[in-house]
Nanobody, 114 residues
Framework: VQLQAYGGGLVQAGGSLRLSCGAS????????MGWYRQAPGNRREFVAG???????NYGDSVKGRFTISRDNAKKMVYLQMNKLEPEDTAVYYCNSYGGVWLSWGQGTQVTVSS
């Protein structure tokens, strides 16, 4: 199993980024998939999840700003992040949502400057 997240970068507050995560080694379509993040000194936290059927769920701090989506044919999950805030600065990871954890990939760094 391999999960590869990418698309992070440095952005000013109020800006947008789109993260992507590719999966291999799994039957992607049957997995709920999620995005998680970890800021320095903090625990990893849930950001957004999407079930195999397409239902979505979001952490309170990102509701209305972030949108998760998936493309089963490409084995990809995406996170559109709008109205970014400095508090969104973290390493972002993708993994399963609502099921057994998969192997964690390296994540992608998102830095939001004020």
């Amino acid at each position: 199993v391999q999960l590869q997240a990418y698309g992070g970068g440095l952005v000013q507050a109020g800006g947008s980024l789109r993260l992507s995560c590719g999966a291999s080694g799994i039957i992607f379509s049957i997995y709920g998939m999620g995005w998680y993040r970890q800021a320095p000194g903090n625990r990893r936290e849930f950001v957004a999840g999407i079930t195999s059927g397409g239902s979505t769920n979001y952490g309170d701090s990102v509701k209305g700003r972030f949108t998760i989506s998936r493309d089963n044919a490409k084995k990809m999950v995406y996170l559109q992040m709008n109205k970014l805030e400095p508090e969104d600065t973290a390493v972002y990871y993708c993994n399963s949502y609502g099921g057994v954890w998969l192997s964690w990939g390296q994540g992608t760094q998102v830095t939001v400057s004020s």
